[in-house]
């Protein structure tokens, strides 16, 4: 079951917003003004187009924060998230000249008492005409990629100084409640037994109680039993390896090697001009290839040069006026596939330019030290003999770092002593916290004999194609151990009624079929990382999903991440509240 984006998460998620906020507010031959926060603004952006707002009559999309011109005519859509900063806001628009006609105002999440009583006691509450709840607190990445946009929350969780960890976690919650409940789904909720922190258990109980209480208010006719879908929740230190190797598939290699921001990738024209491109599902190019080894989308770049140079040459003189009058009806999506296919070739040879340069030498003591063994299969029984290559090359500090990393993550932690000398060796004295830190997830660095309890996880027998890309990432086995029921973790308050993720059967409740419904025909599987996901463990559920065909696996966290951001993540543990470091300057990455 290819679940394309059409079919996705952002489908679902529109479909929700057009069946509560534009519906709920919607009259013939009335426009209406959109007020988003920064939220909900992403939220929307992931999931539709400005157009798609207009055609439901929406004219104008406007920045609650910002400065805005009264139109005291118009009706006004309040999308936005429960918190103090966002109902002030909402309630100053209506204080002394009110600047629009009415309001529908609709919280992406349970709005607190006191923020509902504020409201209500104002000037603003006789402009009211709706006030909802709908419940979609988190980003549709990708068809099968959720987040929440709350990279701090892996400090919050993680740092051993926080001070919001609870609060944190009930948030999280929150917005995995909604997840559920936009999906329609009442899942068994499992996590990660004999992990060496807490956190994921901790979430995992919060979510059963969130979720068992949401269906309990609910008072519509939505099922109130347990549907066959799991939801699996694992602390990052489940695998501390895929999100530090340079990994060689085409989405993971460039959000790596190359500084794309908010999925914004700029790049220089064949002419020299300055361009830049959104990476998302609405590129149907970037779809097919992000999780291609870049080798077999090297390999597809002459024929996009080839069509993209056929594109530019003088049309033949016989062409007549109907056949031009096709051309002409063709241009505009013509031109977009012309587009997309020369950013991706610029795309394809930027990441093969960083990788020529120095991490292909990189790649194969990488994949040697994750792996535990070389490509003909034999054991690495000296570890330290294969990092030795990349401490005396002239490489990047973030790359040596990753290779140490490596090094202690297959030994399942060093002596003190090796620690201090590799640190010496990568010059990183000062900031030792990008290694020592760890430790506060709960991985070993330091060995002691107390550290026997934390077992190499088992895996699964793989043939792989690329003597570079031999690592599988830890949660694709967890997935399909999940889905063949072999899976021995826990259940927070029982299992699904009636689990079938490897059958190809409806395992459905019986209740009105839904959108989501009509392209699946298997259990769902949720998972949820506790501290980011990366992108090799977001190209698993796509894999997952594809061989099983009749099991759907979507895959999310607070954020996604990279593996230069995870670094900075966890040095950030140690430090000061407010106190942001980048001590490395980004350039002498590779």
């Given at each position: ?17 057009k069946?509560?906020?534009?519906e ?5 031959g009335?426009?209406k003004?959109?007020i ?26 406007e ?13 006004a859509?309040?999308?936005?998230t429960?918190?103090?900063?966002c ?6 628009d ?12 609709y ?11 504020k ?62 409940a936009?999906?329609?789904e009442?899942?068994?909720?499992r ?7 807490q956190?994921a258990k ?22 109130k ?6 939801l ?16 060689l598939?085409?989405q ?5 090697l190359?500084?794309i921001k ?10 020299g ?22 080798a077999e ?26 056949t031009?009058a ?8 013509f ?6 296919k ?5 795309l ?12 292909d ?5 990488e ?22 290559p ?10 040596k770092?990753?290779?140490?990393l490596l ?11 090796n620690?201090n ?5 990568v ?15 709960g991985?070993?660095?330091i ?33 399909e ?11 927070v ?7 079938n ?7 459905r ?5 839904s959108?989501?419904?009509d ?8 998972i ?6 990366c ?7 796509y894999e997952?999903?594809q ?7 979507i ?31 980004e350039s002498?990455?590779?």
């Amino acid at each position: 079951m290819a679940v394309g984006p059409e079919q996705g998460l952002r489908k679902v998620v529109w479909q929700k917003i057009k069946d509560t906020i534009i519906e709920d507010s919607k009259k013939a031959g009335v426009w209406k003004v959109l007020i988003l926060d920064q939220f909900t603004t992403r939220l929307l952006s992931s999931c539709c187009k400005l157009s798609d707002l207009m055609s439901e009559r929406i004219t104008i999309v406007e920045d609650l924060f910002k400065s805005r011109e009264p139109i005291p005519e118009m009706k006004a859509i309040y999308f936005m998230t429960p918190t103090a900063k966002c109902v002030d806001a909402f309630i100053a628009d209506f204080k002394n000249k009110p600047k629009y006609k009415a309001a529908y105002v609709y919280f992406t999440d349970y709005c607190p008492d006191s923020l509902f009583s504020k409201m209500k006691t104002s000037s603003c509450s006789k402009y009211i005409r709706v006030c909802k709840e709908i419940n979609i607190s988190f980003l549709p990445q990708e068809a099968q990629v959720f987040t929440f946009d709350n990279p701090g929350a892996f400090r919050s969780v993680y740092s051993p100084d926080s001070k919001d960890r609870i609060k944190t976690l009930e948030s999280l919650a929150d917005q995995i409640v909604t997840l559920c409940a936009t999906l329609d789904e009442f899942p068994g909720v499992r996590y990660k037994k004999d992990s060496p922190v807490q956190h994921a258990k901790d979430l995992a109980e919060l979510v059963d109680q969130k979720l068992a209480k949401y269906y309990e208010m609910d008072d519509t006719t939505k099922k109130k039993e347990k549907t066959p879908a799991q939801l699996l929740i694992l602390d990052r230190a489940f695998d501390p390896m895929s999100p530090i190797l340079h990994e060689l598939t085409y989405q993971a290699m460039a959000y790596d090697l190359l500084p794309i921001k908010n999925d914004t990738y700029r790049y220089k024209a064949k002419d020299g001009s300055a361009k830049e491109a959104l990476l998302n599902d609405s590129d149907e190019l970037w779809v097919r290839l992000r999780h291609m080894h870049i080798a077999e989308v090297t390999e597809k770049m002459p024929k996009l040069v080839k069509e993209i140079s056929a594109s530019k040459k003088e049309p033949d003189s016989k062409v007549t006026i109907g056949t031009l009058a096709q051309i002409m009806k063709k241009m505009p999506s013509f031109r977009k596939q012309v587009a997309q296919k020369s950013v991706h070739v610029s795309l394809a040879e930027d990441c093969m330019t960083r990788y020529q340069k120095n991490v292909d030498r990189l790649c194969r003591v990488e994949q040697d030290l994750a792996v535990g063994s070389d490509v003909e299969g034999l054991k690495v029984k000296d570890p330290m003999r294969t990092l030795l290559p990349v401490l005396i090359h002239d490489h990047s500090t973030y790359d040596k770092i990753r290779a140490v990393l490596l090094y202690i993550f297959s030994l399942n932690g060093t002596t003190e002593e090796n620690l201090n000398k590799l640190i010496q060796h990568v010059k990183i004295e000062g900031e030792s916290e990008y290694i020592l830190n760890w430790k506060d997830l709960g991985v070993p660095i330091i060995s002691s004999p107390s550290l026997f309890s934390f077992k190499k996880t088992t895996r699964r027998e793989r043939s792989q194609t690329y003597d570079l890309s031999r690592w599988t990432p830890i949660i694709k086995d967890v997935m399909e151990d999940a889905v063949d029921n072999k899976l021995d973790w826990p259940h927070v308050s029982g299992a699904p009624t009636a689990w079938n993720g490897s059958r190809a059967v409806s395992a459905r409740q019986k209740h009105k079929a839904s959108a989501q419904d009509d392209y699946r025909s298997g259990s769902r599987l949720i998972i949820f990382i506790l501290g980011g996901v990366c992108y090799s463990e977001v190209r698993s559920a796509y894999e997952v999903t594809q061989a099983i065909k009749s099991c759907e696996v979507i895959i999310g966290s607070s954020h996604i991440l990279t593996p230069i951001s995870l670094l900075e993540d966890i040095r950030s543990l140690s430090a000061p509240p407010m106190q942001h470091l980048t001590i490395i300057d980004e350039s002498t990455a590779s």
